[in-house]
């Protein structure tokens, strides 16, 4: 039961254009997210999140957009830049029965290209 | 400042062993949390730790076992390696377990195990 599903393996984008990277999620009771870049040999670095009670997140380039009533939220990188060419990991967290649990996507791959 | 840091790097066993791994988390930051990463999907998490208890735990069997100790370092033992445990096992760290940006995690290089 995949709680949280980014359904796009990978993207190519050109340099300077919008990326777009989507994750859809089932569990209502999910009440932060996060989205984290990775490069090969490398753990998954941190990029930005957001809490349920928001709708959107900025910062610098990205921006992370929560459509809670579609269970919804997508990252933006605007503008797109040859670096940011990494997997794309969506993932959300959950406190319920004193406990806490953290899902991932299985993510993106986005290739920028020059 | 040092990232989170994990030892041994790479690691390969027989089936039916028993593994530590070991994770250093960023200075100040008091919880850890372990992760599995298999080929081609994302991290699946298999515990959190606070202040030396556990506060998460995925849907790993009881072989998988962790514990954190008094610096904030932590420790995961897996018993009677399969096979299917082979995958990279990511250590994580953050100031304190959800409390608003404080879930933000940062991850180490991780172990690569291989269980032959």
């Known amino acids: 039961d995949q709680q949280v599903k980014q359904n796009s393996p990978s993207l190519s984008v050109q340099e300077g254009r919008i990326s777009i990277l989507n994750c859809d999620y089932t569990n209502s009771m999910f009440d932060y997210f996060l989205w984290y870049k990775k490069y090969p040999a490398e753990g998954p670095t941190f990029l930005i999140s957001i809490s349920s009670i928001k709708d959107k997140n900025e910062d610098g380039r990205f921006t992370v957009f929560l459509n809670k009533s579609a269970k919804h939220l997508s990252l933006h990188i605007v503008p797109s830049q040859p670096g940011d060419s990494a997997v794309y990991f969506c993932a959300a967290s959950a406190y319920t029965s004193g406990t806490y649990k953290y899902i991932f996507g299985t993510g993106t791959r986005l290739k920028v290209l020059a | 400042d040092a990232g989170v840091t994990q030892s041994p790097t790479h690691l390969i066993k027989t089936r039916g062993q028993h593994v530590t791994l070991r994770c250093s988390p960023i200075?100040?930051?008091?919880?850890v949390s372990w992760y599995q990463q298999v080929l081609g999907q994302g991290p699946q998490f298999i515990f959190q730790?606070?202040?030396?208890?556990?506060?998460g735990r995925g849907n790993f069997p009881d072989r998988f076992s962790a514990r954190q100790f008094p610096n904030y370092s932590s420790e995961l033992n897996v018993n009677a390696l399969l096979l299917g445990d082979s995958a990279l096992y990511l250590c994580?760290?953050?100031?304190?377990?959800?409390?608003?940006?404080?879930?933000?995690?940062?991850f180490g290089p991780g172990t690569r195990l291989t269980v032959t």
């Open positions: 200075s100040g930051h008091k919880s």
């Open positions: 730790y606070y202040e030396k208890e556990e506060r």
């Open positions: 994580a760290s953050s100031l304190n377990p959800g409390e608003g940006p404080t879930y933000e995690q940062y």
